[in-house]
């Protein structure tokens, strides 16, 4: 059992920043690749980012060149540095975590990200 919990979300500028935090606790030895998702009102669920406890990263054509994604295995805490910021980054973000030997993954509860205009 894996429980995520994101933090960071809130309020910002187009172009502005926002750094995304999802810490995991339980069984943590059997978190394998680890991911951000999003969701907006009416649309669905789309992948974000995603790395590897090597560290190889893969990202949505949308946000590449903008978002980073990185994780401390030592932590367990995988994160979302979030740069030039649009509008269409309006979206609850979603901490996912792909376990070994588990025929579901982990979700967060989600944090907020609003992007102004």
């Known amino acids: 059992q894996v429980e995520l919990v994101e933090s960071g979300g809130g309020l910002a500028q187009a172009g502005g920043s926002l750094r995304l935090s999802c810490a995991a606790s339980?069984?943590?030895?059997?978190?394998?690749?680890m991911g951000w998702y999003r969701q907006a009102p009416g649309k669905q669920r789309e992948l974000v980012a995603t790395?590897?406890?090597?560290?190889?990263?893969n990202y949505a054509d949308s946000v590449k060149g903008r978002f980073t994604i990185s994780r401390d295995n030592d932590k367990n805490t995988v994160y979302l540095q979030m740069n030039s910021l649009k509008p269409e980054d309006t979206a609850i973000y979603y901490c996912?975590?792909?376990?070994?030997?588990?025929?579901?993954?982990?979700w967060g509860q989600g944090t907020q990200v609003t992007v102004s205009s």
């Open positions: 339980g069984s943590i030895f059997r978190i394998n690749t």
């Open positions: 996912n975590a792909q376990l070994v030997l588990s025929p579901k993954d982990s």
């Open positions: 790395i590897t406890r090597g560290g190889s990263t």
